[in-house]
Nanobody, 124 residues
Framework: QLQLVESGGGLVQPGGSLRLSCAAS????????ILWFRQAPGKEREGISC????????NYADSVKGRFTISRDTPKNTVYLQMNSLKPEDTAVYYC?????????????????WGQGTQVTVSS
């Protein structure tokens, strides 16, 4: 059964860093694109970063470009989101999602499965 489990969230001060993990099971990442998206109370869901099914191509929303980095560890079947220079407006529940295919999109409507999310709070 295909499953995604996010971890690594927590409370961090502005300017700090966190690394989120998205552990995949029931399938291998080769041939599956991964999206990180977030949902904050009262705000629209936002796709922030994706990595292609080959693990070669990546894409970022303007709101996180230059601060966040997505990467994939194929042997561990895990995708990471390194988040640096965090801001209070990054506070949200962060989810990873997957779709069968190599192309990656920042819109979650193209993805078929997602996990339960991990809370990230940026506050002093």
């Amino acid at each position: 059964q295909l499953q995604l489990v996010e971890s690594g969230g927590g409370l961090v001060q502005p300017g700090g860093s966190l690394r989120l993990s998205c552990a995949a099971s029931g399938f291998t990442l080769d041939g599956y694109a991964i999206l990180w998206f977030r949902q904050a109370p009262g705000k629209e869901r936002e796709g922030i970063s994706c990595i292609s099914g080959s693990g070669i191509s990546t894409n970022y929303a303007d709101s996180v470009k230059g601060r966040f980095t997505i990467s994939r560890d194929t042997p561990k079947n895990t995708v990471y989101l390194q988040m640096n220079s965090l801001k209070p407006e990054d506070t949200a529940v962060y989810y990873c999602a997957t779709r069968r295919g190599y192309a990656c999109y920042l819109n979650r409507r193209f993805y078929e499965y997602w996990g339960q999310g991990t809370q990230v709070t940026v506050s002093s």
